[in-house]
């Protein structure tokens, strides 16, 4: 319909019968036809910026040649979007074709060129179809935003949790072996340090199980991230890499595992020391 609407008006108006222009005065616009916004592709719009037709004030001479440079803008566009898509949106497309639409009301033909301006409701809903387009061009690149935000979020969950798999089926050979050396009743029998299970940090469950007269210690920053080793004792960190060191582990150090593994261990507020390094040594073997 559309084709046929611009091969009618481009023949009749554009070139009247006869095939010659016509030098019959064509009157005054009545209204302003704005230039359309470059395209937003730069390099879209630095290549088709030949064929950007001009603005045409209200009170200048009517001219069929504004509508052929409109028709011209309107089927380059429709051609870029055909072979590159992502070069130029529908909205803009749909912009032209509005723009060729409303010079049509202007140079509408007739005998002796008299001339048939549009009625306001008809520019009214032409200008409110423009707004509503764009509005629908901005709601559809906001969902394609929420869309992707979304896709990267479950992409990272994903990932997350395939970490957590490969550290746990690690950490079980671990438990096995710290296992013995605690039944070999030996406080100088090295454990091995196990890897982080969970992603995230464990602030929130020290802070929930921790004694009253104990404070929780200072958060560890940057969060460590699943896969990643505690820092041992033997190098003046919090990780008890010895029976013996397990067995006179402080408050405070369980604390700082539990920070840091993001796992309380079974500890509840109301348990002693005592129940709390046992709950810590399960979890390690």
């Known amino acids: 319909i559309e084709r046929n609407m611009i ?26 036809v704005p230039a359309l916004p470059p395209l937003e592709d ?6 088709f910026a030949a064929v950007q037709a001009n603005a045409v004030a209200a009170g200048t001479p009517r001219s069929f040649q504004d509508l052929e440079d409109a028709i011209k803008e309107e089927q380059a566009r429709k051609r870029l979007r055909r072979s590159l898509p992502a070069s130029v949106s529908a909205a803009e497309v749909a912009r032209a074709g509005l723009r060729r639409r409303q010079l049509e ?3 509408a033909y007739g005998d002796g060129y008299v001339f048939a301006v549009a009625p306001l409701w008809a520019l009214q809903m032409q200008n409110q179809l423009q707004q509503n387009m764009a509005d629908l061009q901005n709601q559809l690149q906001q969902n394609m935003a929420d869309l992707q935000d979304n896709m990267a979020d479950r992409l990272e969950a994903i990932e997350n949790r395939l970490h957590s798999l490969t550290a746990i089926s690690k950490n079980e050979r671990v438990r096995k072996k710290n296992a013995r050396q605690f039944a070999a009743h030996d406080p100088n029998a090295l454990l091995s340090s196990l890897q982080k299970e969970i992603a995230g940090a464990g602030d929130a469950a020290a802070q929930a199980v921790a004694p009253a007269n104990t404070a929780v210690p200072a958060p560890l920053l940057p969060a460590p ?38 796992d309380d261990f079974g500890i509840v507020q109301a348990d002693a020391l005592g129940p709390r390094r046992i709950k810590f040594q399960s979890f390690l073997s």
Do not use: W
């Open 42 to 47: 730069a390099n879209a719009a630095a290549a």
């Open 225 to 262: 991230i699943i896969g990643t080793f505690p820092p041992l004792f033997s190098d003046n960190g919090f990780f008890p890499d010895t029976v013996g060191h397990v067995v006179r582990s402080t408050h405070a150090h369980i604390l700082e595992l539990i920070q840091f593994y993001n």
């Open 105 to 107: 009301n202007e140079l």
């Open 7 to 32: 091969r009618r008006t481009s023949r009749r108006a554009v070139f009247p019968r006869g095939g010659a222009r016509s030098s019959k005065m064509l009157g005054n616009y009545q209204s302003t």
